[in-house]
């Protein structure tokens, strides 16, 4: 088996897209840059909201009871990304605890809002968690 060490890889087409084509006679393909999350962060949504963690989030807002607005440091490319959030209660805590994509704004290429719900009546959580997928600009 070989090893390949690097610091950097570039492709070479507009996008500056990476493709890996792995298994026998070239069987499975898979884009990189496509198969990335762009943004991610972990956020403590109950009393001050506060990121735990976050990679490309540049502020966490609290919108409403159980919405919260997370912010872009770099833009996607549209407002067509894949946007996934997701939440919890502390231990000990009961209740099926949803979060959506918040309908009552669309997102835009820099920042979008969850709402944390219990049948449909937000409510703050301790644990929310938020993703997004696409392009960036």
């Known amino acids: 088996m070989s090893t390949l060490r ?6 070479v087409d507009a996008k500056n897209s990476i493709t890996i084509v792995a298994g026998a006679g070239n069987i499975t393909t898979t884009n990189v840059q496509e198969g990335l999350a762009k943004a991610w962060c972990s956020l403590n949504g109950t009393g001050t909201i506060a990121l735990r963690d976050s990679f490309n989030i540049s502020s966490i807002t609290d919108a409403a009871t159980g919405q919260y607005t997370s912010t872009l440091s770099n ?8 946007f996934q959030g997701t939440s919890g209660f ?6 099926d605890i949803c979060t959506t994509l918040n309908t009552d704004s669309d997102p835009t290429t820099s920042a979008a809002k969850s709402l944390s719900h219990v049948g449909g009546t937000g409510n703050d959580v301790s644990f929310v968690f938020h993703s997004y997928f696409g392009d960036l600009a």
């Open 6 to 11: 690097t610091n950097a890889l570039e492709g």
């Open 75 to 82: 833009v996607m490319a549209n407002a067509s990304y894949c």
């Open 90 to 95: 502390n231990v000990g805590s009961s209740g």
